[in-house]
């Protein structure tokens, strides 16, 4: 009798012991649900072919070219590789984001699921135990791992504003290769480039939403809300479109103080902006130079509602005519 019941003993205790092997199986097994198909591009490849991009073989190239026309083909052809290439990076670091964060939840849970319905069939008092804790471990795991490491919750609120920071940061980068090479010279745009690379990290976009949470006006009786990232993107474009009409530094001038009784009203970030670019006022007193950098970089980083975007577009027309 007793021999009966010490080999069902060790028979359960096998069986679950297969068990938990098996559920281990299945979460080391568990492919990532990534939800995004298959690209046909070898991007690999694409990365390679593009090293010369960024390893200053095409930078060497470019400095030592003294036509202008074609300084702007070499550095439009730079620019654009490095664009390439981040986006390329972006794209994978967003896929892996998904797609690893998906793996542990569905493979733990599938593993909690098997050990608790093990645990509540097992009639073993130590098997029941041993399973009971390798059930809470998986569980309290996967908690952990949801919480510390995957933001679980919190990661397509991250991945949007990562889109819209980068998008944002692009901007500038678009607007600079409609310039000459002398106004727009390679290095700047690696200033640019780089400020779009680092917009697309988690640090950066936990940065941005709690920024944005805090951020008021300073004066209490104007309550702007924030524009969508889409919808400032659309402000902006539009703006831009319309400082194209501007050629002449007399009508940057004309511009930079047409705008200067509407920055007491911008929020504290853009008259920070302002007053690091131009300290000394000088866009105000015939320094054209001053004024295109302080028009282009207000511009980039207003909340085009619809009453600052007027402004802008009704001082671009008088400074047009």
């Not at 831009?240 to 970030?269: C, G, H, I, N, V």
């Not at 207003?302 to 577009?313: C, E, F, R």
Request: aromatic fraction near 6%.
């Amino acid at each position: 009798m007793n021999i009966g019941r010490r080999g069902g003993i060790r028979t359960r205790t096998r069986a679950a012991g297969f068990a938990v092997l098996a559920c281990c199986g299945l979460l080391v097994a568990c492919a990532p649900i990534r939800g995004y198909p298959n690209d046909p591009e070898d991007t690999d490849a694409t990365l390679t072919a593009l090293a010369p991009y960024f390893n200053g073989i095409a930078e060497k190239d470019y400095l030592t070219t003294t036509d202008a026309t074609l300084r702007i083909a070499k550095r439009n052809g730079i620019v654009f590789a490095r664009l390439r290439g981040y986006d390329i990076a972006f794209a994978d670091f967003e896929k892996r984001l998904y797609g690893d964060a998906n793996a542990v939840t569905l493979g733990s849970d599938l593993v909690g699921l098997v050990l608790a319905g093990l645990t509540a069939t097992t009639g073993n008092a130590a098997t029941k135990s041993a399973l009971g804790a390798a059930s809470a471990g998986v569980i309290g795991a996967k908690s952990a791992i949801d919480k510390d490491l995957y933001y679980q919750k919190t990661i397509p609120a991250l991945l949007a504003q990562m889109e819209a920071d980068r998008l944002t940061a692009k901007l500038p980068i678009v607007a600079g290769l409609r310039l000459s090479d002398a106004d727009y010279p390679l290095m700047q745009a690696y200033i640019d480039l780089d400020a779009y690379k680092n917009a697309g990290s988690i640090p950066a976009a936990i940065n941005a939403v709690n920024k944005d949470a805090g951020n008021a006006k300073d004066k209490a009786a104007i309550t702007i809300q924030r524009v969508s990232a889409k919808t400032q993107l659309q402000g902006i474009v539009s703006v831009r479109e319309q400082l194209t009409t501007l050629t002449t530094d007399a009508q940057y001038l004309a511009l930079a103080k047409a705008m200067q009784p509407f920055l007491a009203d911008r929020s504290l970030q853009v008259r920070q902006l302002v007053k690091t670019i131009d300290p000394n006022g000088l866009r105000l007193s015939g320094n054209a130079r001053k004024a295109r950098q302080v028009i282009n970089a207000w511009i980039d980083e207003d909340d085009v509602i619809p009453a600052n975007q007027q402004q802008w577009l009704d001082a671009i027309a008088a400074t047009g005519k």
